[in-house]
Each structure stands twice: as C-alpha cells, then as structure tokens.
C-alpha cells in the first residue's frame, strides 16, 4: 500500500509539475491580473476591484464580439457537424476511391489557421470577383468588405477546414456499429431512412458527444482564422471574442481588462461546453 | 470516464483562453547593478574591451539585410562585441512582440513609435541626451521622443507620404507633375486622365491600366493612420500636442471627407464604395500601381523596395505628388520621423555602452551613412551626410520637401489615444463607405471616442 503510493506520486509528479507551472499559476496569475489596471508594460499594478468587469458589459464592441461569436459558433457547429457527417457516410460506402477520398477531406486540417485565412482571403477577394465578372453573378463581388459576407467567409473556411476531422471521428464510431444489428433490422423491414434515425443515430451518439464538444469549443476560441482572414474588418464587425481580447491586451495596453474579459470567455465555453456534455451524454444509448 | 477525459481536456484547452498573461513584470533592477551603471555613466560610457553580447529587436523587415550589413562592419572593427538582429514586421506585430519580450528577455536595442510608446516605456528609456549624433539632427526630429531636456530616442529615418503617381502615364495623358501640386490641379490632372482611360486614348500604351487610382480601404492605417495625420496636422502641431489633448477640435473634418471622397471616386468601385472595404496594400500596390493597373494611390517613400521587387526600371517612373489638404494647406508633404531606437536602461553598463557606440556607428560612421543611403534607402534628417543623396525619385522628393520647408508634420497621428486612429477614425470611415454612416456620425463617433479613450487611460 505503502508502496503504491509513492509510485502514484512519482508518476503524478512531472506532469503535475508541468500542468502547475504552464496552467495552473498562469490562470491564477489571470484572475489577479483581471482586477487591475496593469498596461501590460509598467512595473505599477494597482488594484481596482471590479471595475474592469463592470466597463466590459458597457462596452458596446465587446458585447457585439460576442453576438458575433455566439451566432457563428452556432452555425458553425451545425455546419461542420452535418458536413462530417454526410462525408463519413459517404466515405464508408464501399465504391472505388472512398480511400483516397477520405484523405483529401482530411486534408484541410493539416494546414494551419494562418495560412488557411491568407489562402482563403485570396480566394474570397480575388477568385470569387474574378469568377463573378466572368459569369455576371453580382453576389460574388466585393467578399469580406462588408459583415455579411465577412460572416460568410468565415463561415465557409471553418466548415472546409473543420468538417474533414470530424468525419474521421464519426468513422471510427460507424465502423463500431456491428453489421449484426443492421442486419436484423433489415430483416424486420426497416429500409435505409429508418435504419439511419433509429438505428445508426442513437449508436452515434458517443461521437456526437465528443464532435459536438471540440466544435464548440474550438469555434468559440477561433483566432488565426479570423485574423488572418478579416481581421476582424470591416470596422470591427467580424471581431470574434479571442481576437477582440488579444486587441484589448496587445493594441489598446489594457492588460488587466483584457484579463477580465477572458475570464468571462472562459465562464462563457466552459459553461456551454459543460452543459452540451450532460445532454448528449444522457442522449448515449448502450449496445 | 469519457466524459471525465473529456472535461479534462477542455479545462485544459479553456485555461488557455485566460492565461493570455504568462509573466509578471520583474524589470526592477537590483541596486547593485544601479550604482554599477551610474558609475559607468560617470566614466563617459564609452566601448570597453570586454566581451559583450547584444541583443536587437527591431520592426523594419525591408532593412533587415542593410542593418545585419552595418553589424558585420561593426563587429568587424570590435570583435569583442556580438551583435544579434531580431526583427518582427509590421506596426501592431512589432508592439505585441516587444511587450512580451520586455517580460521575458528584454533586448538592449529596441524600437519605438510616438510619444505613447515615450511613455509607455518610459522607465525602460537610456537617455542619449549625450551623444555626439544629437547636434546634427533638427530639434523638430526629436520633439516627440523627449523628457523635458533628455533625448529618449535616436530617429530611425524620414518617412514621408502623398500621392506616389506614375509621372509618364500622365505625362503620355498630357498632364504635368508640377500642375498637379495643388488640390484643384491635382482634380484636373486626375479627371484628365481618367477621360481619357474610358475613352480608350490609353489603352495601346498602358493596356492593364484601367483606372486612375486605387484606395485599399481595407487596411485601416491607410485610411486612418495616413489620412486622418494631414486632418490632424491642422490641430495639432506635433504629435506631442495631439498627445497632450483632452479633446479633439477636428476642425479639418470636412477636408477629410473631401479627400476620402476624392480617392474613393477614382477607384473601379467609384459606384461602389463599399468594396474596397476588401482592398487591400497588396492589392493597390503590388496588384495595382507597380503593374500599371493604376496610376496613382496614396503612399509613401517607403514603397521603393517593393516597386522594385516587382518592376524594377517602374520606380524612375514614379513621383511623389503632396498631399492636399484643401481650404487649410495645400502643396505640402507630410514627413517625419516614424519610429526611433531606444537604448535599455536596465542592460548592463558595457551593453549600454557598446549599443550606444553602434547606434553612432550606423549613423555617423562613413561606412554606416553609405549603408543606411544606399542598401536601407532611407531618407535622414541628419545635416552631415554630405553628398549622400538617395537615388529614387520618392526619396528625392520627401528630402527636397524638407530642406525647401513645405513638409508639414507627418506623424502627428502617433499623439492620439492608443487604437484611435485605426480602430476609431479607420472603421468608422469603412462605414462611411460602405454607408451604414453618415460623415456627420464619423465626425461625432472619433470626437467622441477620442475624449472618452483619453479619459479611460
């Protein structure tokens, strides 16, 4: 017993080290640093209770950022997840290339935020004009100069870039549904619409469960992409949460207001995320 | 135990979004290295023999080859000094980096912008208030870089902006560059040739020209930063000035809209303005001017390397009009200097010393003047250069605009409020342009942000 415990420790340590030293004292730092007035600069830190949270709620940019980020994640997730989804299912019929396919639809994942966004500004600005002065499609002119297509764009580059991964977590759950219990399906007469909703559905749920979370989450804390494509332009329209942070902290020098608005975030995900977890999981049947 | 996984993972991910602050700042120094650099201070601070390691974070990434040019020469002549150039491109980037390396590993030699950064920075800040260089530079080039009778900074170079124009496509259109120095001349010259672009006379010359300007609305330092300095030019006389203000008078408003007006009309979008809220620099200059798209935007002596990256024989070609500003001062360039380097007050004596003597060395020595001319091409406000002139004819024209006096101040737009010119005074003339604003709501949103942001800092 003795024994077991020491052992416990001297696995637990390095990595308790590591979390403590690289998460832990950063985010309790955060929480000191979200009620001063540090410029991030200066050797002076002064206290200033809660000053900063009551300014974030007056501040019509912030409030903006965040409609702006909750409706896009709202899409997004919708999106990427219904996108990954039908890809999976198309991938795993069996008919020449569903091999191949699978990996150019991964592909996007691999490249990172900022080249995606550069990519895709290029595509948006240049390509899609060029397309629509060829073709006379007046929608197609003048991408990313105004919020709507700005939403638009980002839209489009997170569903690219996001769906492929996802389609991989919903093979591997496809693959686990045991050919057995369709099979007896078929055999009662269930045809291919309700062999989809009540039987693969409820099986998928435990992917649904793990899609859904890191869409969320990883829509909510955007911020190459959405550097690197608008910038948050035009006027500050299409500014998600991690980018209108990063401005408070590293354009306007207000460190401590940055903090507290990254608090609020962090409550925000965290929040939702944990909630989406206790839904779908009551939703997860047992084989 | 999924869900468990699962939650950790996401504390984990989470947790990243708040600690955005890594480090504390630990700049104090210890009162023994204190009464050290006061004693170095009091032997004059010149170079010693010693070995010393220097470490220099600079923004300018079109200068980087010339300025690693100077170290090698400099390094040469004191090898007991090693010198190592770090540089992060681009107005905001630069700032955010040097932030966080003055956290974490701060560099002796650095860069900054107006009097914001004077103050921000200030307990960071050698005074060079000493050095040899001082005497050979115009007072009005270190106005914004000082503290009462101390000199904080050393001008990295003259920058100056107008309309840069492709003097032979509107001399083959039959206008000349010295009719075209005043507002309505410049009217004229620009509806002369856009005639005669719709009309097709240019079209066997110049058959990728197809309109007379470009105006990248989308990079808000365009249309904020460069725009909005001449309007505030007419309130304030430096950036020091616009510093001090509590409120913004703003009184050239109208002429701002003028000239928004003016470039807007010239663009292929004419008739949709809202567009070139997704143009950007690339698109104007490297897309638009130095393949002869158009024939004019409104930029700078710095677009020289990039011109040449593209056409090298173009940047002959081009002229720098002045940038008017009608009903207040017309036939005037806006020119000053843009950044300054700062020593570290907290390095070392022999640090500060040797970065000192290099910072001479670039400017002062004969071998750092023909660098700092030729490879850097940078237009300086020192009075020694003698017969080193820069070659290309925007450099030609902002020296020019300074020794015959008709520069007006050129970064005043560093004194306003941190974020203003760009987040306020850009964005909200992107509204205008796309017309989800009125001008009237431009001109009360940047009165309005500009004393409010002043009040919150």
Partial sequence: ?287 | MKSKKVLAAMLAGAVCAVSMVGCSGNGKTTTASVAQNQASAASGGAATSKNVSIRMFQFKVEAKDAFQKVIDAYQKEHPNVKINMETVGGGSDYNAGLKTKMQSDPPVIFNLGGPQDVQDYKSKLEDLSDQSWVSHLPTESLTDVKDGSKVLGMPFDLEGYGFVINRKMFEDAGVSYDSMLTFDGMKKGFDTLKQKIASGAMKSKYPHLEAVMEYPAKETWVVGDHDVNPILAQDFKSATDAFQAKELPFKAADTYKKIIDFQASYTTNANSKGTLNSVDYNKALEGGLAIGRVAAIEQGNWIAPAVTAVDANLLQDLDLLPYPVPGYSDGTWPVGVPEYWAVNKDANADQKAAAKDFLNFMYQSDEGKKIIINDAKFAVAFDNYGDLKPGDPLNKRVMQAVQDKKAMAGWVYSGAPTTWTQKVAGANVQKYLSGEETWDQVVKNCKDQWKSMRASS
């Fill in chain 1, 1 to 287: 017993m003795q024994k077991s415990k020491a052992r416990f420790w001297l696995f637990l340590l390095p990595a308790l080290f590591f979390f403590c030293l690289f998460v832990l004292i950063p985010t309790l730092m955060g929480f000191f640093y979200a009620f001063t007035d540090w410029n991030g600069i200066s050797d002076s830190v002064r206290f200033i209770g809660w000053r900063n949270f009551g300014v974030i709620f007056k501040d019509p940019i912030f409030l903006h950022s965040f409609g702006f980020t909750a409706l896009f994640s709202l899409c997004a997730v919708v999106l990427v997840n219904l996108v990954g989804f039908l890809l999976a299912l198309l991938v795993t019929q069996k008919f020449p290339g569903a091999t191949a396919l699978r990996g150019i639809f991964f592909m996007p994942n691999l490249i990172g935020g900022l080249l995606l966004g550069f990519t895709w500004q290029f595509i948006f600005t240049s390509i899609f004009s060029a397309i629509g002065q060829a073709t006379g499609q007046q929608f197609l002119q003048g991408w990313l100069s105004s919020p709507e297509t700005g939403f638009g764009g980002l839209l489009i580059l997170t569903v690219w870039q996001l769906s492929g991964y996802m389609m991989i977590i919903y093979i591997a759950q496809l693959q686990q549904i045991p050919d057995s219990i369709q099979e007896a399906a078929r055999m009662d007469g269930a045809n291919s619409r309700q062999l989809l909703v009540h039987i693969t559905l409820p099986l998928m749920m435990p992917a649904f469960t793990i899609g859904l979370f890191m869409t969320i989450s990883n829509c909510f804390k955007m911020f190459d992409q959405n550097l690197a494509l608008t910038d948050g332009g035009p006027y500050r329209s299409t500014e998600m949460l991690a980018l209108n942070i990063y401005n408070s902290a590293f354009g306007e020098n207000h460190f401590g207001l940055a903090q507290a608005k990254a608090i609020i975030f962090l409550i925000v995900v965290a929040a939702i995320g944990i909630t989406q977890l206790v839904v779908t999981k009551k939703k997860e049947v047992e084989m």
